[in-house]
């Protein structure tokens, strides 16, 4: 059974850092993109970084220059360090598959929370 567990969110001033990483389970990770998507209370579920098998990296220009994704595949984790922190950031942040046709079922999600 494929499972996704964030972690690390938190409560931070603006122009704070924190650190979410993704445990996953199964064979989940194994030659797929992964993604970090973020969902704010009544805004839909929006893609933030994006990180194919090969390590490419993607981001939302609201995020470029801030947020970086990275992933070790021997470990099934996904990591995203998320720096000088905004309000706006504020959200729960959930990993998944990149494609949408294939997201499994999602975490519990991590919650970030920004203070200004």
């Known amino acids: 059974q494929v499972q996704l567990v964030e972690s690390g969110g938190g409560l931070v001033q603006a122009g704070g850092s924190l650190r979410l990483s993704c445990a996953a389970s199964?064979?989940?990770?194994?030659?797929?993109?992964m993604g970090w998507y973020r969902q704010a209370p009544g805004k839909q579920r929006e893609l933030v970084a994006s990180i194919s098998s090969g390590g490419r990296e993607g981001y939302i220009d609201s995020v470029k220059g801030r947020f970086t994704i990275s992933r070790d595949n021997a470990a099934n984790m996904l990591y995203l360090q998320m720096n000088s922190l905004k309000p706006e950031d504020t959200a729960a942040y959930y990993c998944?598959?990149?494609?949408?046709?294939?997201?499994?079922?999602w975490g519990q999600g991590t919650q970030v929370t920004v203070s200004s």
């Open positions: 998944n598959l990149l494609s949408s046709a294939r997201w499994v079922r």
């Open positions: 199964g064979s989940i990770f194994s030659g797929n993109a």
